[in-house]
């Protein structure tokens, strides 16, 4: 144990003086200033709408307008529709009226899938009923948790810079290492020292934590403050990083030109990423993609930064990852044993 | 111009022989594959709905028309349903009422949205006093399609310069780079001889990407327009990083560096209000991600693509005059 730590103290002196060190300082100090500069608390998706008002006389009296406030008026059907081809993001509305009998057409762009449709029609309905005399609201809202809690959109987007910076990027430096190590024949120089390549490879993956854990400790602390738990917050980042690294490990195992290992790794890395897609639409949830590592991951730190988060549910796959790393650990350290040629 | 075809060459013949250019030019297919089949799910879900089996029949079939529905066995199941960490909501009759069962966490127009579907159900006696229909202006192309397209034509351009990064760093290692020096070949020659690959194979990669991805109309053109450009910016950012260095963990990390601007510029292209878009204004990735966004939408002009790009070339030849005595310095 002595003899690793002396290892990872030199490899940590080492990587200080070189570049990665000010790269990735430099990369976090960058990442803060944009979260705080430049990205807003909250975002704004709101979406235009558009007008088109086809009535026998122009009297608007009917209370279904005071909903369309804020659309954009147009003069024509044509109009409308031209609107919409030029913003794929807005949606149109015509009002017929012929003889008292009123018909709505709502005008979407067309991608829109058929249960959105009947979603759309059946919530416009339902709205109107609402407001209709004499109506009873039958549902209640059972809620499972009291005060439910939510990040804002910035603070939303630290799980995944955790994610990708901390967790992902591990896999791409220790290929990185172990290329250059092997280059100098430092690879085969542990394997026949006593103290073996598994120090090797274990002391370069803690230089990694280390500074997976310095950074996501500052950028973290500097966008929430005191409201986060940061003894869990590394842990968590331990545990993920190292996973990440020994996935690393395990993938540049099988290649033996840091090129291709790379080209491996961007595919795992870009696969994962789909992974991320449920963070913003959580209505989007097959099972294929929960079991996806960045899943967990990225929930599992929302649950850390929330103030009244899931913790039980982090710490669980905090430490699933923490065991899981540590078998590819030993299984990619024996392969580089066995080969001794990375 | 025979030395520089002598460099492609080589370099060519160095990624057949060990499978890497292949690799590279499948890797965008392979992705636009994986998203291909992700998309419609992703499109086609708004709300999912957890209920008990032998629920009231008529209000099933009712939700089933814009929901997807989970069915389980007792209301503990439903609430171990609804406490997971993705939005699902409970629906459970309980005598004349229904209950919607929520976490607390999840959007509120969704939570609204589902009550007022489900009191319509409920009142389904009552008539709408208007009618309602539902058109559209005939446009197929779901925004998250265009997106992801739009940042795996970004990614798969990136990576060229990364090919020249990692190619560079590999001369460093083998000092091959010092008999490239003493050869008869100018350096400006093996710069251009070593940047075609990176130019060609993002080329290649976005144009089969986009096949797969049934974007069969856009405007060909203009898409090459737009990577050569940012294709120029990655191969100088390739060049400085990779010939300075002779050690790929600040390669890579420096990878990173390049990474972060991209997914910052495409984030803040989407959600930046107009007035603070200026912010991203420095980005050479914000103006490629307006130019494919415009050539994905088949909106593109010849005066947006050549405006856009020549600002996206000027940021590059910025970015070089401020490295250029380090590359320079770095072949030495």
Redesign the interface.
């Given at each position: 144990m002595k003899k690793l730590l002396a290892v990872y103290i030199n490899d940590l002196k080492l990587?200080i003086n070189?570049?990665?060190f000010y790269?990735?300082v430099?990369?976090a100090v960058?990442?803060i200033i944009?979260m705080l500069?430049?990205?807003?608390d909250t975002?704004?998706?709101s979406r235009e709408y558009y007008l088109f008002l086809n009535l026998d006389q122009q009297n608007i009296s009917h209370s279904?307008f005071e909903d369309f406030q804020d659309a954009i008026i147009t003069n024509s059907r044509e109009e409308l529709?031209l609107k919409?081809?030029e913003n794929?993001?807005a949606v149109?509305i015509e009002i017929t009226e012929r003889s008292n009998?009123?018909?709505?057409?709502?005008?979407?762009?067309?991608?829109?899938?058929q249960?959105?449709?009947?979603?759309?029609?059946?919530?416009?309905?339902?709205?109107?009923?609402?407001d209709?005399f004499g109506?009873i609201?039958?549902?209640?809202?059972?809620?499972?948790?009291?005060?439910?809690?939510?990040l804002s959109?910035r603070e939303n987007?630290l799980p995944i810079y955790l994610t990708?910076?901390i967790a992902l990027?591990g896999l791409?430096?220790i290929?990185?290492?172990i290329?250059?190590d092997k280059?100098e024949g430092i690879v085969k120089a542990y394997a026949v020292s006593p103290l073996g390549i598994w120090s090797y490879l274990a002391s370069k993956a803690f230089v990694i934590l280390t500074m997976g854990i310095v950074t996501s400790l500052v950028v973290v602390f500097s966008i929430m403050q005191f409201r986060v738990n940061y003894l869990l917050l590394t842990f968590l980042v331990l545990c993920f990083n190292v996973f990440g690294s020994a996935l690393g490990i395990l993938i540049t195992s099988f290649y033996d030109?840091?090129?291709?290992a790379?080209?491996a790794l961007?595919?795992v890395i870009?696969?994962m990423m789909?992974g991320s897609?449920?963070y913003f639409?959580?209505?989007?949830?097959?099972i294929w993609i929960?079991v996806l590592p960045v899943y967990p991951m990225l929930?599992s730190f929302r649950?850390l930064l929330l103030e009244q988060g899931n913790i039980l549910?982090a710490l669980q796959n905090a430490i699933i990852f923490l065991v899981l790393g540590s078998f590819i650990f030993i299984y990619a350290s024996k392969r580089f044993s066995k080969s001794l040629s990375v | 111009m025979r030395k520089i075809i002598a460099v492609l060459y080589r370099d060519i013949l160095n990624g057949l022989r060990?499978?890497?250019i292949l690799?590279?030019a499948i890797?965008p297919l392979?992705?636009a594959l994986?998203?291909r089949l992700?998309v419609p799910?992703?499109?086609?879900?708004?709300?999912?709905l957890v209920m008990k089996h032998g629920e009231d029949q008529q209000l099933v079939s009712y939700l089933d028309?814009?929901?997807k529905i989970e069915y389980v066995d007792s209301l503990e199941d439903i609430?171990e349903r609804?406490?997971r960490?993705?939005?699902?909501f409970?629906v459970m009759t309980?005598d004349?009422?229904?209950?919607?069962?929520?976490?607390?966490?999840?959007r509120r127009e969704m939570?609204d949205?589902l009550?007022?579907?489900?009191?319509?159900h409920?009142?389904s006696d009552?008539e709408?006093?208007?009618?309602?229909?539902?058109?559209?202006?005939?446009?197929?192309?779901?925004?998250l399609k265009?997106e992801g397209a739009n940042i795996l034509i970004l990614?798969t351009s990136v990576?060229g310069g990364?090919?020249i990064l990692?190619?560079m760093?590999?001369e460093k290692?083998?000092n091959t780079l010092s008999s490239i020096n003493v050869s008869t070949i100018s350096r400006f020659e093996f710069v251009v001889g070593k940047s075609i690959l990176g130019f060609i194979l993002p080329i290649v990669g976005s144009i089969g990407a986009l096949l797969i991805l049934e974007f069969e109309t856009i405007n060909i053109a203009h898409l090459v327009i737009t990577l050569l450009s940012i294709g120029l910016t990655s191969v100088v950012i390739g060049f400085a990083i990779g010939v300075y260095?002779d050690?790929?963990?600040?390669?890579?990390?420096?990878?990173?560096?390049v990474?972060?601007p991209l997914i910052?510029s495409v984030?803040?292209a989407i959600?930046?209000?107009d007035q603070?878009q200026v912010?991203?204004f420095w980005s050479p990735f914000y103006w490629a991600y307006q130019n494919i966004n415009a050539i994905l939408?088949n909106e593109s002009s010849t005066y947006l693509i050549f405006r856009n790009s020549f600002n996206i070339f000027i940021i590059s030849l910025a970015v070089f005059a401020i490295l250029r005595k380090r590359i320079i310095r770095g072949f030495d």
């Open positions: 990587s070189g570049l990665y790269i990735e430099i990369m960058t990442f944009a500069v430049a990205i807003p975002f704004e998706t279904l529709e919409l081809n794929r993001n149109g009998n009123i018909t709505l057409d709502i005008v979407l762009q067309g991608h829109e899938s249960s959105l449709r009947n979603f759309i029609l059946a919530e416009i309905e339902a709205s109107i009923i609402a209709s109506f609201d039958i549902v209640d809202e059972v809620r499972l948790q009291d005060q439910p809690d939510s959109d987007i990708i910076n990027m791409f430096i290929a990185a290492y290329f250059l280059e030109s840091m090129i291709k790379m080209e961007y595919l870009m696969v789909i897609i449920t639409v959580p209505a989007f949830n097959p929960r929930f649950e549910y | 060990d499978w890497l690799y590279l890797a392979l992705i994986i998203f992700v799910g992703v499109s086609d879900t708004n709300l999912n028309d814009f929901a609430e609804v406490l960490m993705d939005d699902v409970g309980v004349e009422k229904v209950e919607v069962i929520t976490q607390g966490n999840e939570i949205a009550k007022l579907l489900i009191n319509r409920c009142h009552v709408v006093p208007i009618n309602i229909m539902i058109s559209d202006v005939g446009w197929g192309e779901s925004p265009i990614f990576f990364m090919l990692l190619n760093v590999d290692m083998s260095n050690e790929p963990i600040a390669a890579i990390a420096s990878m990173k560096g990474f972060i910052l984030a803040g959600y930046l209000s603070l912010l991203l939408l």
